[in-house]
């Protein structure tokens, strides 16, 4: 069964900290593993996509990577701004309909 | 572009009512997802339909929810009747066409069933 386990559930860190949240994944050939944002009482917003292991992409302070088992999410030098609940999501060789199948999200808070 | 849109934002019933949930994907977008997530975990997906066509209907509870996308366009969700474990945020998204696609989401239904 396709599954996805994202760790630490919660994450506080200082503004400026530096830390990598996990998402480690069981699927039966990984299509693309995708990050997403969500803010409180909104709808996750797409941050990046990677494909093949030893894949990384970059945003602001934000950096993805992959391997064959998991993924990290590497945040430098947090901001405020930062704060939201990220979540992690594959999509299997199997599926042909672009399903997602989702972790459970770590929930990251910077305090200024 | 204008984004995904649902209604209504909030929505609060007793057991055994019934329910609907109303989405507007992106214009264009041929595939469009209604996707569940409870309290603390990750959206669940329930239905997926590729422009008027179930292409995924597999985690969705068939003896109380129901979903149709007339014309390839909008698209309702429904639960009747409710239960108390279907409190949660219902999330619509979208995507141009589906596999290895990016999805866009909408502000979701909070639904609370007391």
């Known amino acids: 069964e396709d599954q996805v386990t994202q760790s630490p559930e919660a994450l506080r860190l200082q503004e400026g900290e530096s830390s990598s949240l996990n998402c480690s994944y069981t699927v039966s050939g990984l299509r693309g593993l995708f990050w997403y944002r969500q803010d409180p009482g909104k709808g996750p917003e797409f941050l990046f996509t990677l494909y093949s292991a030893g894949e990384e992409k970059e945003k602001e302070r934000l950096k993805a990577t992959l391997t064959k088992k998991e993924s990290f999410l590497h945040i430098t030098a947090p901001k405020p701004e930062d704060s939201a609940t990220y979540l992690c999501?594959?999509?299997?060789?199997?599926?042909?309909?672009?399903?997602?199948?989702f972790g459970q999200g770590t929930t990251l808070q910077v305090k200024p | 572009e204008a984004g995904v849109a649902q209604s209504p934002r909030y929505k609060i019933i007793e057991k055994r009512q019934s329910v609907a949930f109303w989405c507007n994907p992106i214009s264009g977008h041929a595939t469009l997802y209604w996707y569940q997530q409870i309290l603390g975990q990750g959206p669940k997906l329930l239905i997926q339909f590729q422009n008027n066509g179930v292409v995924d209907d597999s985690q969705l509870p068939k003896d109380r929810f129901s979903a149709e996308r007339l014309k390839g366009v909008d698209s309702t969700l429904k639960i009747q009747p409710a239960k108390l474990e279907d409190s949660a945020v219902y999330l619509c998204a979208s995507s141009l066409l589906g596999a290895n696609e990016k999805l866009f989401f909408g502000s979701g239904t909070q639904l609370s069933v007391l």
């Open positions: 999501a594959v999509q299997a060789f199997s599926s042909n309909t672009g399903k997602l199948i």
